[in-house]
């Protein structure tokens, strides 16, 4: 029994090719699972600090509420923004939620500013510096997933795992992401009300 050259030369580039395509399929599906895992865990600690920032806003809201009876407008506003948020919401809603939260704290950060009296209280100072953080914490951890969630639809985007998305049920991910309105500076009026 002859072997023919050219049937085997041709066995070993089909064997070849299935091993590259078995290959590129293994570990473009192992890097997806690893991205969407590493975006699930950034979530989960971008929760962790939004969980912080709405157990810590009553404290300021109550600190403030006192010294500025003018202004409840900005707390009422705070209260209502907060109440928006709940971690059983889908990260879009969360996100939503959050920015809403940020742009309210804002304001009653600059409008506690406005104000020597209310700023130099110790127990709103101390608040207030706690939110502050909170605030940068969310924004480095929102950076984060955001970043994570950005290097995972590009993979699935992109050749082989453009292929494999639609059979294995790969969907991109919705970002982080302030809304226009949110991204304007607060205003503040110095005047009561």
Do not use: C
Request: overall charge negative.
């Amino acid at each position: 029994m002859t072997v023919d050259p050219a049937s085997v030369a041709a066995a070993f580039a089909v064997a070849l090719l299935l091993f590259l395509v078995f290959f590129l399929t293994v570990t473009t599906f192992n890097l997806v699972v690893a991205l969407r895992q590493r975006a699930d865990k950034a979530w989960a600690n971008v929760e962790v600090v939004l969980q912080q920032r709405h157990d810590q806003l009553p404290n300021l809201v109550n600190a403030a509420r006192g010294l500025m009876g003018f202004e409840q407008a900005v707390l009422e506003e705070v209260t209502r923004q907060r109440a928006r948020w709940s971690r059983d919401d889908a990260p879009p809603v969360q996100a939503a939620a959050s920015d809403g939260t940020s742009a309210a704290v804002r304001t009653l950060i600059a409008t506690v500013e406005a104000y020597p009296d209310i700023s130099s209280q110790e127990s709103v100072l101390e608040l207030q510096g706690q939110i502050e953080r909170l605030e940068e914490m969310i924004a480095d951890r929102r950076e984060l997933y955001n970043d994570t969630v950005y290097r995972y639809n590009t993979t699935i985007r992109q050749v082989p795992g453009n292929l494999l998305a639609p059979i294995l049920g790969w969907r991109p991910r919705h970002f982080f992401a302030a809304k226009p309105e949110d991204r304007e500076r607060p205003e503040v009026s110095l005047t009561p009300r």
